[in-house]
């Protein structure tokens, strides 16, 4: 293994920081431009059967004709929503009774409301308010339209809310213990309660996009489930499930061209819905632009080497949080249960906090936690539900610290044990390079984790992986490859190496006042079993191809996003870029690609998967021998003589 000295093998004091140190071969670096275009970072996810996520039909008019029956379309072909339109009638009914209803009415929000008792949703209200001080005639008008209108769902009564006289609508499935009943036996026999479908977005991550789906289905925040997260920039396909809904439902998302682009299709229904971390990894398309070579020996042998070698499978720079205080730095601090030093680095003071955040930061430090609170601005939300439980309990530290999401805390617990894993790999590479020595440990074969990148952290009890330490035997027959060692992310089972990468854990612990039993005596929330992460990876499907360009911006990889950009869901296929000539595409176990004749400027086109817990930005690193940090590629990006759009850090 080679070690990152030198010019050519520089990286950013981040990389050092967390333990990315180390490359896989010696091969000559390729820099380039990364995410110029949302279209140079194409993901895909893979399901556990192997079926690459595409989005090839928007429409599912054919499934819901088979299941709800037909006629739910207009003549143009776009579906009705029929619930909502119920909903819009009744408010303009509402409002031929008097004109003057509609002065300070929430129209959109009323309208969410009646949609919601109509499908009977599991996150309806139980009431809503409106029209306030009515005169008595026009008070017996509405009531009776309303319950005229939805004798099923809603009850109407008048209340007094603070001194004004109201109409409150109730929603009946919110008080019939039969509710759950009712829906299923509206819904088809035989039909899986879950509707899948694909999630094509650019330019936005997940969970956001998730958001506007909920929104957009009135479903709440439990609605849409997803198997794994994807980042903003660039274009991602994934599936998704939603509880008992149908393709037109989606009708309007499809409709929109809002930016960022959201498309949804391929619909089916499924009895099971989508849950975190039941992917089978991802499939990546990324282009590399601007290359500074133009000797194509210099490509082939970097991708060449990737085949032979693969790249460490280190843990990205994203693991470790972006700016201020690192998240490994939390979880150290949590395994020596220092509760307030966690939520001291809440509040470390950061070059380019804005007035009111640095104002904050102060007051805290001053113990003044109200005048904090009242400060910090609200998009911080994190840091004010700690606050407001130090307003009430000034020295309960672990109770704050334990106030923010459950979530957002297991990343720092997480995020320590890769800043070890990290740091331990490449000791191991860098004293004893890519040969299996006595005292690794490797996965015995078909214990869970054995074919993927990592044991997830979340795996049962019955399913810990088993391991076993290499012998002198097993290394005199050649018994392992160094695609079966792994090392551990500890844990209060851990088994560690039995050579002096086990000693290293030691030293690393206990430079941060730690020891081994660390895991077995902090607090129950942040215990962990550990589990093991192979050190090397090798991507599946390898493939590259050379493509000479004139245009700086060119679209230099396509998705089907064009094709349902505008006027969807009709438009063809966008066409394909006639300003850029390719070379032989070949997957990098074929003959090397030919010499470009011609093309101003020069990428790399880079195809291949990944296993779950694989980070694509250390096969980026490997292959471009530069640091995946942004300050870095916003270097490259002033450097290169391509200017046409500003470059941020690869994240996956």
């Known amino acids: 293994m080679d070690s990152a000295d030198g010019d050519d093998h520089a990286v950013e004091a981040f990389d050092e920081l967390v333990g990315i140190t180390e490359f896989a071969n010696s091969s000559k670096s390729i820099n380039g431009i990364l995410k110029q275009r949302y279209s140079d970072f194409i993901v895909r996810e893979i399901s556990i059967k192997g079926e690459v996520s ?16 037909k006629g739910s379309t207009n003549d143009d072909g776009a579906v009705l929503d029929s619930t909502e339109a119920k909903a819009t009638s009744i408010i303009n009914n509402i409002f031929e009774i008097n004109a003057d209803l509609k002065v300070g009415l929430d129209v959109e929000a009323l309208t969410a409301f009646l949609v919601q008792c109509i499908n009977s949703a599991e996150d309806c209200p139980p009431h809503y308010n409106a029209f306030p001080d009515l005169d008595k005639v026009t008070r017996t008008a509405v009531h009776k339209l309303l319950k005229g209108s939805l004798p099923d769902n809603l009850e109407t009564v008048t209340v007094q809310v603070e001194g004004k006289s109201m109409i409150q609508m109730l929603a009946k499935h919110k008080n019939l213990q039969n509710a759950h009943k009712r ?9 899986g309660n879950f509707l899948k479908f694909t999630l094509l977005k650019e330019n936005i991550d997940t969970m956001s996009a998730v958001t506007v789906l909920n929104n957009a289905l009135r479903c709440g925040s439990t609605g849409v489930t997803y198997s794994g997260t994807k980042d903003k920039r660039g274009v991602t396909a994934q599936k998704c499930t939603v509880y008992r809904r149908k393709p037109s439902d989606f009708t309007r998302i499809n409709a929109s061209n809002m930016t ?24 990546f398309e990324i282009v590399l632009r601007a290359l500074n070579t133009t000797v194509d020996a210099e490509i082939v042998d970097s991708c060449t080497a990737m085949q032979k070698s693969g790249f460490i499978n280190y843990f990205g720079l994203q ?19 220092d509760w307030e030093g966690c939520v001291d680095m809440l509040f470390t003071p950061r070059a380019g906090d804005r007035h009111n955040i640095a104002r904050a930061k102060e007051l805290y430090a001053e113990k003044d936690f109200t005048g904090a609170l009242k400060t910090l601005p609200e998009a911080m939300f994190a840091e004010k539900c700690v606050l407001q439980k130090l307003v009430a309990k000034p020295t309960d530290f672990l109770g704050a610290y334990n106030s923010i999401q459950k979530n957002a805390r297991l990343i720092c617990a997480h995020a320590y044990q890769s800043y070890l894993w990290n740091k331990a790999t490449s000791r191991r590479l860098k004293l004893h390079g890519a040969n299996v020595i006595v005292g690794d440990l490797v996965l015995v074969s078909g214990s869970n984790g054995a074919s993927g990148a990592v044991a997830e952290q979340n795996a049962s009890e ?3 992986p088993v391991v076993s330490v290499v012998t002198v035997e097993d290394v005199a027959s050649q ?17 560690y190496p039995e050579n002096d990468i086990g000693t290293y854990y030691d030293e690393l612990l206990a430079a941060d006042g730690l020891t081994r039993r660390s895991y077995d005596d902090c607090h129950p929330a942040y215990r962990e079993k550990g589990v093991y992460r192979r050190l090397v990876q090798y991507p599946k499907d390898f493939e590259w191809q050379v493509i000479a360009y004139d245009d700086p911006d060119a679209e230099l990889a396509t998705t089907e996003i064009n094709q349902f950009r505008v006027a969807r869901p009709s438009s063809k296929p966008a066409d394909a870029e006639t300003e850029s000539k390719m070379e032989t595409s070949a997957p990098a176990s074929a003959e090397p690609v030919a010499t470009a004749s011609a093309g101003k400027y020069r990428a790399l086109l880079v195809k291949f998967s990944l296993p779950p817990g694989t980070y694509a930005t250390m096969l980026l690193r490997e292959l471009t021998k530069s640091s995946t940090e942004s300050g870095y590629q916003a270097q490259l990006s002033k450097e290169s003589i391509v200017v046409s759009a500003p470059v941020v850090s690869v994240e996956v």
Not at 183 to 191: C, F, H, N
Not at 274 to 281: I, K, P, S, W
Not at 319 to 337: C, D, Q, V, Y
């Open 54 to 69: 595409y989005l090839r039909d928007l429409s599912g008019k054919e499934l819901e004709d088979k299941y709800f029956g």
């Open 183 to 191: 829906k299923r036996a509206e819904w088809p026999s035989g039909l």
């Open 260 to 283: 960022p682009t959201i498309c949804c299709g391929d619909f089916e229904y499924v009895d099971e819905q989508a849950v975190l971390g039941d992917g089978g990894g991802n499939r």
């Open 319 to 337: 693991r470790f949080g972006k700016g201020g205080t690192k998240s490994h730095e939390f979880g150290k601090a949590i395994l020596k249960a």
């Open 462 to 464: 019955s399913s810990s």
């Open 479 to 495: 018994r392992y490859t160094m695609e079966d060692v792994v090392l551990p992310l500890p844990g209060y089972e851990s088994i």
